[in-house]
């Protein structure tokens, strides 16, 4: 499943194409900055660290998010990297 979607950028606004990739994974939050509110995904089985921002999950898990956390994700691709978009906390979504 792809889906192409826009996005609004800081400072003004634009549609750029981004594309929505395939289904949920599951992986463990391996790096996480409480500061900046970003860090890093590790998927399970193999593949490369996922970028997280604390914007992919639902506002009220956001406090919560810390190294060791398993999560769900969907993979946002743009600018030939991948990002994690739509996350959630394992068994927040029951």
Known sequence: LI?????VTMGRIGLYPLLWRGDRHRGTITLYDREMD???????????????HANAFP????????????VRYRLLASDNRANAWGATTEGADG
């Open 59 to 70: 506002r009220r898990q956001r406090a919560t998010l810390r190294e060791g956390m398993r």
């Open 38 to 52: 970003f860090g890093l995904i590790e998927p399970d089985g193999e593949g490369e660290a996922v970028f997280v």
């Open 3 to 7: 889906l192409l979607v826009g996005f």
